[in-house]
């Protein structure tokens, strides 16, 4: 099995700035993912990180690092919308994936 | 639009009882999930299939089913319903077997079991 480690809350102003950090064991590691929720919806998938390095898409990008069992989604520009839960999920190499528990993050004006 | 949706979006029943939550996707995915959401654990597996007639375990997949007929259709059934299964419940499906397919959810279905 695994465990994916990410922060439970975090709290960040408009137009900031935030890092969300995941961490994760896996006894065969076959891509990382991260998905938005807002409350009350399904979630949406964000980005893929399957090599080591930064993936940028527009205000959100995702990094990856393999050695270390870790991975980042950075947030720039922080908008209100940007309010919701972040869940990291791993694949493994059986194709299985599990999530973490989600960082819930609210923006504050 | 393709889509993928989830019918009944609540239910109540009672313990012991048979439930049956539908999913269905247009996207003519091959994979399709089932999840369960539920405060401080995040998304845990319930079970998946990888087409049709293709039925696996996941990590939470006790008193549960799941049958593949057709490519669209994936439903659960909870053979005795019981508290411990209260929760929001989340199909997904994925295109092909590589792993840069991400998931794509259903609305989600919310199980009250009294």
């Known amino acids: 099995g695994q465990n994916i480690d990410q922060p439970t809350e975090m709290t960040a102003t408009e137009g900031a700035i935030v890092q969300i950090n995941c961490t994760y064991q896996?006894?065969?590691?076959?891509?990382l993912f991260w998905y938005q929720q807002h409350a009350g919806e399904a979630p949406t998938f964000l980005s893929y990180?399957?090599?080591?390095g930064l993936e940028e898409k527009g205000r959100f990008s995702s990094f990856l690092s393999r050695s270390k069992g870790y991975s980042y989604l950075l947030l720039k520009e922080l908008q209100m919308k940007d309010s919701a839960s972040y869940l990291c999920a791993v694949r493994e190499n059986n194709n299985d994936m599990r999530f973490g528990a989600g960082t819930r993050l609210t923006v504050k004006p | 639009d393709a889509e993928i949706t989830q019918s009944p979006r609540h239910k109540i029943t009672e313990t012991g009882r048979q439930v049956t939550l539908a999913c269905h996707q247009t996207w003519n995915h091959n994979n399709m999930f089932w999840y369960r959401q539920d405060l401080g654990h995040g998304l845990r597996l319930i079970h998946y299939?990888?087409?049709?007639?293709?039925?696996n375990k996941g990590e939470v997949s006790d008193g549960y089913s799941v049958s593949r007929s057709n490519t669209e259709d994936l439903p659960l059934t909870l053979e005795s319903a019981a508290s411990s299964q209260t929760s929001v419940y989340f199909c997904?499906?994925?295109?092909?077997?590589?792993?840069?397919?991400?998931?794509?959810f259903g609305p989600g279905t919310r199980l009250t079991v009294t």
């Open positions: 997904a499906s994925s295109e092909g077997s590589g792993t840069a397919y991400e998931q794509y």
């Open positions: 896996t006894s065969g590691f076959n891509g």
């Open positions: 299939s990888y087409g049709v007639q293709d039925t």
């Open positions: 990180n399957v090599l080591d």
